[in-house]
Every structure is written in structure tokens, then in C-alpha cells.
């Protein structure tokens, strides 16, 4: 395993470790703390896809813009 792998392996293992924690000395009740983790879930779930579609779309950008050189340098030729 090289060393960025041994770093994300490691900082997933503390964020699990703290998530556990955190639910079991948590002083809500059982729900409440289910509520919260939903709620968080759901805030990162949302933050991934927004910061997906957001590479897609510089992905497409990209891609166009290479079309676009692609279709100048045949016209040239």
C-alpha cells in the first residue's frame, strides 16, 4: 500500500472511530440522534453530487473546448 492510501485508510478508521463515539455519549435520545445523522447524511450526500456535477460540467467545458481546437487544426490542414 503506498502512503496516500495508508493516509486515507487511516483518516476513514479515526472518522469512523469518532462517529461511533460520538452516537454512543451522545445525550439526545436514540431518535434524535438518528434525526441528526440523517440530516448530516443527507447535507454530505448533497455536497458530493453538487461537487460532481460540477466537475462533469468542467469535464464537458473541456471537452468542447478540445473539439473546438480539433475542428481548427483539420481546417487548417
Same mark, same amino acid.
Given at each position: 500500500? %503506498?502512503?496516500?492510501?495508508?493516509? &486515507?485508510?487511516?483518516?476513514?478508521?479515526? &472518522?469512523?472511530?469518532?462517529?461511533?463515539?460520538? $452516537?454512543?455519549?451522545?445525550?439526545?435520545?436514540?431518535?434524535?440522534?438518528?434525526?441528526?445523522? %440523517?440530516?448530516?447524511?443527507?447535507? &454530505?450526500?448533497?455536497? $458530493?453530487?453538487?461537487?460532481?456535477?460540477?466537475?462533469?460540467?468542467?469535464?464537458?467545458?473541456?471537452?468542447?473546448?478540445?473539439?473546438?481546437?480539433?475542428?481548427?487544426?483539420?481546417?487548417?490542414?
Amino acid at each position: 500500500m %503506498n502512503n496516500n492510501a495508508k493516509i &486515507l485508510t487511516a483518516l476513514g478508521a479515526g &472518522l469512523a472511530a469518532g462517529a461511533i463515539l460520538g $452516537v454512543l455519549f451522545a445525550p439526545d435520545k436514540g431518535t434524535e440522534t438518528r434525526k441528526k445523522i %440523517n440530516q448530516q447524511g443527507q447535507k &454530505l450526500a448533497d455536497a $458530493v453530487k453538487d461537487k460532481f456535477n460540477k466537475g462533469k460540467e468542467k469535464l464537458n467545458g473541456l471537452k468542447e473546448e478540445l473539439n473546438e481546437k480539433m475542428s481548427m487544426t483539420e481546417e487548417n490542414f
